[in-house]
């Protein structure tokens, strides 16, 4: 059973390309989105307005998801509705992270790369029942199957052009920069660059959905932790020869050469 309600969405992410990708495929579905790029934008906003729902980034800058949703909860801030909704955008799946969400006050969660499926199950869920059925899709892609994900977000962005192209060319625009941050950082063997720098290509191949990254992007992000970098090097070489397949393909799509 599908809702088939409009809701008034609070979209708190840092990631410009993901905003603009979510948003327009929520309003596809009739929702009405304000943006946000940080916590303490999140908790102004609540302050003087009433939202349905808040789809919040836990790696943002100024103040965390983790840090805003127990001031929203603990009614620290004075928000007007401290038991607001909240399904919290996550690069990480682990059981113990899943109960640390559970345990501040966040209601649902999803994983990066967003599939937008996902996504509207995950709210559907929360405005048909009571009764929320916290779990996560997994989904394994394999990294030849990048063409399909991209065609996907073609059919969900509902023939519209401009968007499309708007955002393959900032996907072009962002990719060199982010993919030569990673590599200096694999360089430099900064272990906390390079769990970020990957966690910003995820953002990166999330904003058009392009699910055949996430498990490389993850993979970076576990082997920093684990202090791997034997491991990162390996990983850097599928990833870049990865993200030079993808743009090679945007480009042919877009007409450039």
Do not use: W
Request: proline letters at 2%.
């Amino acid at each position: 059973m599908e809702s088939k309600q409009s809701l008034n969405i609070l979209l708190a992410e840092d990631d410009f390309l993901n905003c603009m990708s979510l948003k327009q495929l929520l309003e596809k579905k009739g929702h009405r989105i304000t943006l946000v790029s940080n916590g303490l934008d999140v908790l102004n906003e609540l302050k003087n307005k009433t939202f349905d729902l808040i789809l919040m980034d836990i790696q943002m800058p100024k103040m965390d998801g983790i840090e805003t949703t127990k001031q929203i909860r603990n009614n620290m801030a004075g928000v007007l509705n401290p038991q607001i909704p909240i399904i919290a955008i996550t690069a990480y799946t682990m059981e113990d992270n899943q109960n640390k969400l559970f345990n501040i006050g966040i209601t649902d969660y999803i994983s990066k790369p967003i599939h937008i499926d996902v996504l509207n199950r995950t709210i559907d869920k929360l405005f048909i029942s009571n009764n929320i059925n916290r779990h996560h899709d997994f989904i394994i892609v394999k990294n030849e199957d990048y063409i399909k994900d991209i065609n996907k977000f073609i059919t969900d962005a509902n023939g519209n052009e401009l968007f499309i192209k708007d955002l393959f060319k900032s996907f072009l625009k962002h990719s060199d920069e982010r993919i030569n941050r990673l590599k200096k950082a694999i360089l430099n063997k900064d272990l906390k660059e390079i769990t970020f720098a990957s966690h910003k290509i995820t953002g990166l191949f999330s904003s058009i959905r392009i699910m055949s990254a996430t498990s490389l992007c993850k993979s970076f992000e576990k082997a920093s932790r684990d202090e791997d970098l034997e491991t990162c090097e390996k990983l850097f070489e599928i990833l870049y020869n990865l993200l030079d397949q993808i743009n090679t393909y945007i480009k042919s799509y877009i007409g450039e050469k």
